[in-house]
């Protein structure tokens, strides 16, 4: 059973459009994470949510909103896509709030978004 | 000057050789040091976790930390064509929901 579970793997889009991810987890985590990584592979957190409440919102674009309708799932909808939001992005979760300063957190296995 | 500095590198050894891996930092607040695996094409996976200064093996993995020189490194002993991925440090200050900084993480290749 896959721990941390992503949807699409793959997503190609024109610019414009918006398009949504979805992630899930079957740990009974509380902390839930989304992260970009570019193409230099820079991995920087986007978002965190504990227990569905946002506590991590770095300087992202207001086009980027996460929703967590409960604690296993954490999805990203992306507005008005632009050129520069390819990346792969990456959801995670963590046993607490913890996961957020050290605890481990576990990763899915990534998006692959490419706007053109 | 960036918050956590990684060298991307490639690097790449012979199997069986010594790797060590290294990251600065900036911030004299990081108390919690890890490093990561990610393979290619997957999500990363924690590796070593360290909390303040000191070493810390596991297996074949050795992690050192310190803090006084803001230096973190990662030793990988017998290394193996398995261990060829990338490798990312990454770290945290202690309060509140400081998140995790990673480096951008040095590519290794083993080669058998």
């Known amino acids: 059973d896959t721990a941390v579970s992503q949807t699409p793997k793959y997503l190609v889009t024109q610019m414009g459009n918006d398009k949504s991810i979805k992630c899930e987890q079957n740990?009974?985590?509380?902390?839930m994470y989304w992260y970009k990584q570019d193409s230099k592979k820079f991995l920087k957190i986007m978002f965190s949510?504990?227990?569905?409440?946002?506590?991590i919102n770095e300087t992202v674009p207001n086009r980027f909103s996460p929703k967590s309708p409960d604690k296993a799932h954490l999805n990203l909808h992306i507005n008005s896509l632009e050129l520069g939001d390819s990346a792969v992005y990456f959801c995670?979760?963590?046993?607490?709030?913890?996961?957020?300063?050290?605890?481990?957190?576990?990763f899915g296995p990534g998006t692959r978004l490419l706007v053109l | 000057q960036k918050e956590v500095e990684q060298d991307p590198g490639p690097l790449s050894v012979p199997e069986g050789a010594i790797v060590s891996l290294n990251c600065t930092y900036s911030n004299s607040a990081f108390q919690y040091f890890m490093w990561y695996r990610q393979y290619s094409r997957k999500g990363p996976e924690l590796l070593m976790y360290?909390?303040?200064?000191g070493n810390k093996e596991d297996g074949r993995f050795t992690a050192q930390v310190d803090k006084s020189s803001k230096y973190i490194s990662l030793f990988i002993r017998d290394s193996q064509p398995s261990d060829s991925a990338t490798y990312l440090c990454a770290m945290s200050a202690y309060k509140g929901n400081t998140p995790l900084v990673f480096g951008k993480g040095t590519r290794l290749s083993v080669i058998a």
């Open positions: 949510y504990n227990n569905k409440e946002l506590i």
């Open positions: 740990l009974g985590h509380d902390t």
């Open positions: 995670a979760s963590s046993l607490t709030v913890a996961g957020v300063r050290g605890e481990t957190q576990y």
């Open positions: 360290t909390y303040s200064s």
